[in-house]
């Protein structure tokens, strides 16, 4: 089971390129880390956890080659401007690359974490490199920016079908007023991911033909491929719509009990995307991963197709 969960990461991780937040300039913790000397001080404004990452950016930019599967290798490689050298010899292809003002600043941010280290103080309420992935919530990777004609209001479906569940009110619905960030198509259906008016978090699906005006984004054009493949919980686990803030409980599952897993995506921590039913609706929704055992088969290879949606 473990290598089967480890194969599906690996799997999670090199695809997630296929759809990645189209935030530009946003996407660099530190945009000009190549052409300006860094300070102390402004690195003291980020956590220590975030540091790594901005230490890892400066080789990013050229193209360094990470440890296959590490968080490293993951975060970057769902950067729209991250490209990893052919050459995987990094003191070869990558480091002759580095400028000197690329240079200092590698060794001193080395040297900020080096004294949040020595004082304990890992500064958990500065900045943190989750903070780009959006202004108010923890966006999946694998989910882009989507920029659509205001003043549109759409009907959030829980699954690509009219008839599946619409939120417990049966009015979940989302506004083009709004930040909307999507994955991609499912027969003519767009996943989207969005904030509701009570400062939740809610993904859905909302009928592609029902958009007007124009939409820009890379999303737009991606058409979603999942798993499908049945599996059994190993453990109580909460469904819900929302994993990036309050985590709303759809439907409480147990142990034992079988869905359809469809896809793992990440944020600070990993989601299998999962469907079932409640009430006789078709429901889709979010499970921590590391819950579920596969079932009908132990070909991991097999598991592995058509798992190119690009999440991330």
């Excluded at 079908?161 to 930040?179: E, L, V």
């Excluded at 809610?202 to 999942?226: E, H, M, P």
């Excluded at 709303?248 to 869905?259: C, N, P």
Aim: proline residues 3%; neutral net charge.
């Amino acid at each position: 089971m473990k290598k089967l969960l480890s194969t599906l990461l690996v799997l999670a991780i090199l695809l997630c390129s296929l759809a990645i937040p189209a935030m530009g300039e946003t996407m660099y913790l530190i945009p000009d880390s190549d052409t300006r000397k860094l300070t102390k001080e402004e690195l003291w404004t980020w956590d220590y956890e975030s540091l790594g990452y901005i230490l890892n950016e400066i080789f990013a930019r050229h193209g360094y080659n990470f440890i296959p599967g590490q968080k490293y290798d993951y975060y970057f490689r769902c950067m729209p401007w991250y490209t990893p050298n052919a050459d995987s010899n990094n003191q070869r292809a990558c480091y002759p690359q580095l400028n000197s003002v690329e240079w200092y600043n590698e060794g001193l941010v080395k040297e900020v974490r080096n004294e949040m280290r020595a004082k304990k103080d890992y500064n958990k309420k500065g900045k943190s490199v989750w903070d780009n992935f959006s202004s108010g919530f923890d966006v999946l990777q694998g989910f882009s920016y989507v920029t659509m004609q205001n003043n549109q209001t759409f009907p959030v479906y829980s699954a690509p079908d009219s008839a599946s569940w619409r939120g417990a009110n049966n009015k979940a619905a989302i506004s083009t007023n709004g930040a909307v960030y999507a994955a991609g198509s499912e027969s003519g259906w767009l996943l989207v991911m969005y904030e509701t008016n009570k400062k939740g978090v809610r993904v859905g699906y909302i009928n592609r033909a029902s958009v007007k005006g124009k939409v820009t984004g890379a999303a737009w054009d991606t058409q979603l491929s999942f798993a499908y493949i049945n599996a059994t919980l190993q453990n109580n686990c909460t469904l819900t719509d929302d994993p990036a803030t309050q985590s709303t409980s759809i439907l409480s599952l147990k142990a034992g009990d079988q869905v359809t897993y469809l896809t793992t995506y990440f944020n600070r921590r990993g989601w299998d995307y999962v469907e079932t039913t409640v009430d006789g609706k078709k429901v889709r929704g979010f499970i921590p991963s590391g819950n579920l055992d596969y079932l009908g088969g132990t070909d991991e290879d097999s598991i592995g197709e058509g798992y190119g949606h690009g999440n991330g």
